[in-house]
């Protein structure tokens, strides 16, 4: 089956149900825009300090045991402290995943030990697919568990495969062996997948879990059959061979995720309480996740675009690509003037660092979802019911866009990863104003 995604305009509804799809091939939106003019916008700020989210520990009553295994960050180039990618810069997000593999004779002494009567089952996040060979040294059960959407796995896995913008100079190519024709634009691409041949540290990582995906007993994705089954789910198990039993296990999002006792507790509530100053649906959030922004230009161009929208707005706001995104925020990278002004008018809250998502999705006032399309965001959004504006800039997150166009629940504001995404504010004011309805 062929199946194309349209650049759709309208306002939509977030509904997780799949539309019929038509017999044209599917596209990824391509041919970025031409640079924005420069110019520039401020958002107030709610706390000078970034919250980063602390990890969640499960509660004393919980049948969950943690078990801790020894990593030395800078043995490996690392940062000290370097135990996420939170704390690390994106360029070196390879180092870090082939620095996981010394887990490994530790990982294997506690499998050892776990063994018992009873069946021994490993799942394993996708990026530790070496644990694959430890559960067949001591005869366990393994999975491995994608917390990307089945369509994302499936075109990703194509595209770190076969590497078909290496074999072409074309901007636009299609994705080999999928059972659905999939175009791509080279301009969607990261620097890091253009640079790939096969030989490179990415090339050689990403094609080591694919294999390993296909050695494993059984493949978990955080998604569901109603918004997958038509496409997602059935190109992954094309994908892999069938290898592998491939089972949608979503949505898989904490019943907690909107609140942690370490965060500052004015930071939520003072969230909400400018949330519940607004009527329903009149809010837009924008949040590009942890791991990902965009250029400094495109910052002011964001900017200025909220404001020419009229909505007010929620903004988690990042250092612009180039600086670490883990860095305090400077206030010079948003418009002279802005911030303040947007504070005092109650018509824009800037927050840096973390943020409590899921209450600021769930409230009643908000009313699109800005978002990188990353997707554990876009399951937040979407199970809320918050229709989602795609900005995507790296990895799966483009196909997600895609998939979530397909089904009528998002539209795509800019085009390009984080290196060449542009967008006009005036594109901006255009898409928030087609989901949202006019200027208020």
Not at 142 to 157: D, K, M, Q, R
Not at 196 to 201: F, I, L, M, N, S
Not at 232 to 250: D, E, H, K, Q, Y
Not at 324 to 352: C, M, N, Q, S, Y
């Amino acid at each position: 089956m062929n199946i194309r995604c349209s650049f759709l305009h309208g306002s939509y509804c977030a509904l997780p149900l799949p539309r019929p799809r038509s017999s044209e091939p599917l596209r990824l939106p391509c041919r970025p825009p031409p640079p924005p003019p420069p110019r520039a916008h401020r958002h107030p700020r709610l706390h000078p300090s970034q919250h980063r989210r602390p990890p969640r520990l499960p509660p004393p009553d919980s049948p969950l045991r943690l078990h801790s295994l020894p990593f030395s960050p800078s043995s490996h180039g690392l940062p000290p402290q370097a135990e996420s990618l939170a704390a690390i810069p994106v360029r070196q997000f390879i180092t870090f995943f082939q620095a996981s593999e010394s887990l490994r004779p530790a990982f294997d002494d506690f499998i050892a030990g776990a063994r018992g009567s009873s069946p021994l089952c490993i799942v394993s996040d996708y990026f530790f697919g070496w644990t694959v060979d430890v559960a067949r040294k001591h005869g366990a059960f393994h999975s491995v568990f994608l917390t990307t959407s089945a369509f994302g796995a499936a075109t990703y896995f194509s595209l770190c495969t076969h590497l078909p913008h290496a074999l072409t100079s074309d901007d636009e190519f299609p994705l080999p062996d999928l059972p659905d024709v999939v175009v791509v634009h080279r301009s969607q691409l990261s620097k890091y997948v253009l640079a790939a041949d096969g030989t490179d540290p990415f090339s050689r990582f990403f094609q080591a879990q694919i294999s390993f995906c296909h050695a494993t007993d059984a493949v978990l994705v955080n998604t569901v059959e109603e918004i997958e089954a038509a496409a997602g789910l059935r190109m992954l198990r094309c994908t892999l061979s069938n290898a592998a039993p491939v089972f949608p296990v979503g949505p898989l999002l904490s019943a907690s995720a909107s609140e942690h006792p370490s965060s500052p507790a004015a930071s939520s509530s003072e969230i909400v309480e400018w949330l519940d100053s607004h009527p329903p649906r009149s809010v837009i959030y924008v949040s590009f996740g942890s791991q990902n922004t965009i250029q400094a230009a495109q910052m002011t161009e964001l900017a200025m675009g909220l404001e020419a929208s009229g909505r007010p707005f929620v903004w988690v706001v990042r250092p612009p690509v180039g600086f670490d995104v883990t860095a305090e925020f400077d206030a010079e990278w948003l418009p002279e003037g802005f911030e303040e002004t947007t504070r005092k008018e109650k018509r824009g809250l800037v927050i840096r660092g973390w943020a409590p998502q899921v209450a600021i999705l769930r409230h009643e006032s908000t009313g699109a979802f800005l978002s990188h399309c990353g997707w554990n965001s876009m399951l937040e959004g979407l199970i809320h019911g918050v229709p989602i504006i795609g900005w995507p800039l790296a990895g799966e997150q483009f196909f997600n866009a895609t998939m979530a166009a397909e089904l009528g629940v998002c539209v795509e504001a800019a085009r390009g990863n984080m290196e060449s995404s542009r967008v006009e504010r005036g594109r901006v004011a255009e898409v928030v104003g087609a989901v949202m309805g006019g200027r208020r």
